[in-house]
């Protein structure tokens, strides 16, 4: 909980420093907090935290641990590869880091919760924020109609979480999830209620997650998106509300899951396959990571059905490989400085910059599931979990991964095809250092498994 509090703080006085106009104050600020919110983190439960007996509805295991530090470095590097654009704004910027300070903390109440009350302070504390920062563009048509887009249907969905809640509360009498957990294994409850309840919950996650049925309003989204909040919705965004999900729906709900295996079936098989299909012909790289993130997220939905040991840390290794993936991608195409986010302007770049091309090429082949890449390693696992008693969704994935990997080989052989005429594209300190940093945690992401 210290490092929750730690963030907000640093939220807010970023947000003061702004007055000063000085974007350099504001990173220094938000990095000197996300800093400390990641020792705190690293060292959790080696010390006695004041806060501890007062917030006992958030508490944090060793998957959570990890994934919160996987979520705070995840926005420390957003936060530096926008630097160089978000700044350029100085009256506004400062606004902008804090809004995703402020979502952060909501995404580290949603990792850890204990109960429904702060299981839907995170969720909103999260998604407010990106709503704002989503329509940040100003004088941008899609980035207005994609705020709008998202509020809308935002709202929407948390309509349909919040009746979900208030019925699995009417079937098992409380808000604590050990409590309703406790309720369901001995059959306390009132399956009228809370079946109906639980899978209210289970759509409005899926559409916060951008999963089948609720993917359409996925690609408007990230196309009006800024590259920077695109990032962070593919990150720090994506992480927490995929572990929410799994955490409900395959730990809390999952002695439930016979009422509606057959719904998740569908979900994730379709989920499997719409993203990359629909990525396959794109012309915006922007709308081809969305797409290729929906197929991404239904190889993270295999969690719910995982009974393995150590599927948590398998979770953390997926989201790993393709947030970093993700962020080399962005990174690079923000160096491009296409305003169309045309793929055709990413044509030869892996020779027109050699750092470029080196973290392109293992962001791309980690995508594909190439050995010896993290992200080989987190859909093996993924799929190895469930191999046993779903052989059809893990047949699914393996078919699935290799739709994707010819989509994200026919990007790369684009991203290296050789042209005559061709300028050299320059990378400046942040951006090289985001650069190394997520090719290294897509090199070596996988020693988490050992740890």
């Known amino acids: 909980m210290d490092a929750v509090v730690v963030l907000f703080i640093t939220g807010l006085i970023s947000l003061f420093l702004g007055m000063y106009q ?58 530096l590869f926008g630097y160089g654009s978000q700044s350029k704004d100085q009256a506004h910027y400062a606004d902008l880091t804090s809004l995703m300070m402020f979502s952060l903390t909501g995404a580290l109440c949603l990792i850890g919760f204990r109960d429904f009350f702060m299981f839907f302070i995170g969720l909103e504390i999260l998604s407010i924020p990106v709503y704002v920062l989503v329509g940040s563009r100003r004088g941008n048509e899609a980035s207005a109609e994609a705020a709008l887009k998202y509020f809308f249907t935002g709202s ?11 019925l699995v509360f009417g079937a098992t009498g409380s808000f604590n999830l050990n ?43 990230y196309d009006g998106s800024s590259k920077p909040v695109l990032a962070y919705m593919s990150t720090t965004v994506k992480i927490a509300g995929l572990v929410a999900l799994v955490q409900l729906m395959g730990k809390i709900f999952g002695n ?20 990359y299909l629909s990525a396959f012909n794109q012309k915006s790289l922007k709308r081809l990571l969305a797409f290729s993130g929906i197929s991404n997220t239904g190889i993270a939905l295999l969690s719910i059905l995982s009974g393995a040991e150590h599927g948590g840390r398998n979770l953390v290794i997926f989201l790993l490989a393709y947030g970093a993936s993700s962020l080399i991608l962005l990174v690079s195409s923000q160096h491009v400085e296409d305003e169309e986010n045309d793929i055709v302007a990413l044509k030869g770049l892996g020779y027109r910059n050699p750092v470029l091309g080196v973290s392109l090429l293992i962001s791309l082949l980690s995508l594909s599931g190439i050995p010896p890449f993290s992200g080989f390693f987190g859909k093996m696992l993924m799929i190895q979990d469930i191999l046993t008693e779903h052989p059809v969704l893990a047949v699914g994935a393996i078919l699935s991964a290799v739709v994707g990997a010819v989509v994200y080989l026919k990007l790369l052989l684009h991203i290296f095809t050789k042209e005559t005429n061709t300028h050299k594209v320059q990378v400046n300190a942040f951006s090289g250092f985001v650069l190394v940093v997520s ?13």
């Open 179 to 221: 409590e309703i957990s406790f309720a369901i294994l001995s059959g306390l409850y009132t399956p009228a209620l809370l079946i109906p309840g639980a899978l209210m919950i289970f759509a409005a996650l899926l559409f916060k997650v951008g999963a089948f049925p609720f993917h359409f309003w996925t690609a408007d989204v």
């Open 22 to 79: 000085k974007p350099w104050m504001a990173l220094v600020c938000n990095l000197i907090g996300l800093a400390a919110s990641f020792m705190l983190f690293f060292y959790y439960g080696t010390y006695d935290s004041i806060l501890k007996s007062h917030f006992f509805t958030l508490v944090f295991d060793s998957t959570g641990i990890l994934l919160s530090l996987l979520s705070i470095l995840m926005t420390a590097l957003v936060l």
């Open 439 to 451: 090719s290294l945690l897509l090199l070596g992401g996988w020693i988490i498994l050992f740890l």
């Open 156 to 166: 929407f969905a948390t309509a349909i979480l919040l009746f979900g809640i208030a």
């Open 256 to 275: 439930l899951a016979g009422n509606w295996e057959t719904f998740l079936y569908v979900v994730i098989l379709v989920t499997l396959f719409l993203g």
